[in-house]
């Protein structure tokens, strides 16, 4: 999966320069027309650190200045994905 961090910095800078953030992390998938997001979960479970990448799909989301990819559902990969430390 292509992860990117701009949703570290969107989580930093809170609602200032969201909409830039916003076309960094939102991508637009050429096969399904939809919008996608992967999004990270944290967590620590026992003692272990857990990081959960989720996939969340927009529907009727402005496509306008997103980057044109195709989402790893439709590339048949897995939508969760999960990395244990």
Same mark, same amino acid.
């Given at each position: %999966? *292509? #992860?990117?961090? @701009?949703? +570290? $910095?969107? @989580? #930093? /800078?809170?609602?200032?320069? !969201?909409?830039?953030?916003?076309?960094?992390? #939102? /991508?637009?998938?050429?096969?399904? /027309?939809?919008? +996608?997001? =992967?999004?990270?979960?944290?967590?620590? =479970?026992?003692?272990?650190?857990?990081?959960? &990448?989720? %996939?969340?799909? &927009?529907? *009727?989301?402005?496509? +306008?200045? $997103?980057?044109?990819?195709?989402?790893?559902?439709?590339?048949?990969?897995?939508? =969760?994905? !999960?990395? #244990?430390?």
């Amino acid at each position: %999966m *292509d #992860i990117s961090l @701009a949703h +570290y $910095k969107r @989580a #930093i /800078k809170g609602v200032k320069g !969201e909409g830039l953030h916003t076309d960094n992390v #939102i /991508k637009f998938c050429n096969n399904c /027309k939809n919008c +996608y997001e =992967i999004v990270l979960s944290e967590s620590r =479970i026992q003692g272990t650190d857990r990081r959960v &990448y989720n %996939m969340v799909w &927009y529907q *009727d989301f402005p496509s +306008y200045g $997103k980057e044109k990819k195709t989402c790893p559902r439709c590339l048949g990969q897995p939508v =969760i994905l !999960e990395v #244990i430390k």
